[in-house]
């Protein structure tokens, strides 16, 4: 669960409230730490941790979402995904503002529960968000009420369709909502391969084998010449002297360079998975943006009897490559490993088309 939102600060103008004495000394307080130069004291921005969390609507107790496999269990979701403690980056957005407030500062072993007003969590319900369209817009298999239906690129859901108009509403189904968000942050995460598991993990809610290696890659660059009027003279004949860079061309220099590589192991449900489909770019990027790694390789693993086991290959961060391909896979194989991932073959030919 994560809501991504900028914070902003609104000018008062005149109508501030007077300080109190206790505000002052607060303030006096962050001051004096901050011209000290000590740390900040607990987890930070930042941080990578590992958190057990449980979040419901506030009116009828409804699960919107939890860690909690007996939780999940109860609920009858227990088949819908994996359900253990999540590793999400404090202030990266993987968590509501109000629940990283909640964290920063403390230590870890902190646990408690947070309200989060419907603005924050998914927004106030907007009438104007209910809106009629024409029903051919909608496939005929979801012509009912309550139908999941997509429109122009939004979701929504269908509420009636009479004769060839039909009324859709296109808020998120937990707008207007008030979220009850329990939380206990079990343990801060240092390792680095702890910390790329737990973010693939968060992004595509799947355990996929992986191992983190420091390579020796060849890179290529180009240098421009000097630009800084501090080019070299050769002295001529009759003593008048030339610019020796004027005719200077870009020179191309390989260098040998370490590389922290995050080699993923493949498999039919990654090459499946839709998030991944769609983001992989983005995804390696986070990755790389929040670890030590540089580059992502996704590879397909052979078994050795002639098959292939694995899907989508290739690299993030760095140049393409991947495992050769070319082997001929089992009709009967690619049908259990779509409908192991959940996935509509004839979605995809359609989104593909």
Sequence with gaps: MSDESDETVEETGAETEAETPEDAAAEADIDADEAS????????????????????????????????PEVAE???????????????????????ESVEDAIIGHEVGESGSVVIGAEEAFGEYDEERVRTVSADKIDEDDRYPGARVQ???????????????ARVDFNHPLA????????????????????????????????????????????????QPDEDGEASETPQAGGEAVDADDDAEP????????????????????GMNQQWMMQKTQIAQEIIDKTDVDRLIVQDVLDGSGGMMGGMGG????????????????????????????IDADEIAEEIE
């Design 37 to 68: 130069g000590e740390p900040a004291e607990g987890l930070q921005e930042g941080d990578f941790v590992r958190i057990d969390y449980t979040a419901r609507t506030v009116e009828g107790d409804q699960l919107v979402d939890t860690t909690d």
């Design 151 to 165: 429109i122009d690129g939004e979701q929504g859901v269908l509420e009636t369709i009479i004769g060839g108009r």
């Design 251 to 270: 020179e191309t220099v390989t260098e040998t360079v370490e590389k922290r590589t995050l080699y993923v192991e493949s498999t039919p449900q990654l």
């Design 176 to 223: 207007g909502e008030e979220i009850e968000y329990d939380f206990e942050v079990l343990e801060a995460v240092t390792d680095e391969l702890e910390q790329a598991q737990g973010l693939l993990g968060m992004f595509l809610d799947m355990e996929l084998e992986m191992d983190l290696e420091t390579d020796e890659v060849e890179e290529t660059r180009v240098e």
């Design 74 to 96: 109860e609920e009858g979701v227990g088949d819908q995904g994996t359900f253990e403690p999540r590793v999400v980056v404090l202030g990266s957005g993987h968590l509501f």
């Design 315 to 342: 690299m993030m961060g760095g140049m393409g490559g991947g495992a050769p391909g070319g082997e001929d896979v089992d009709e009967a194989d690619i049908e259990a490993a779509l409908e192991e991932a959940d």
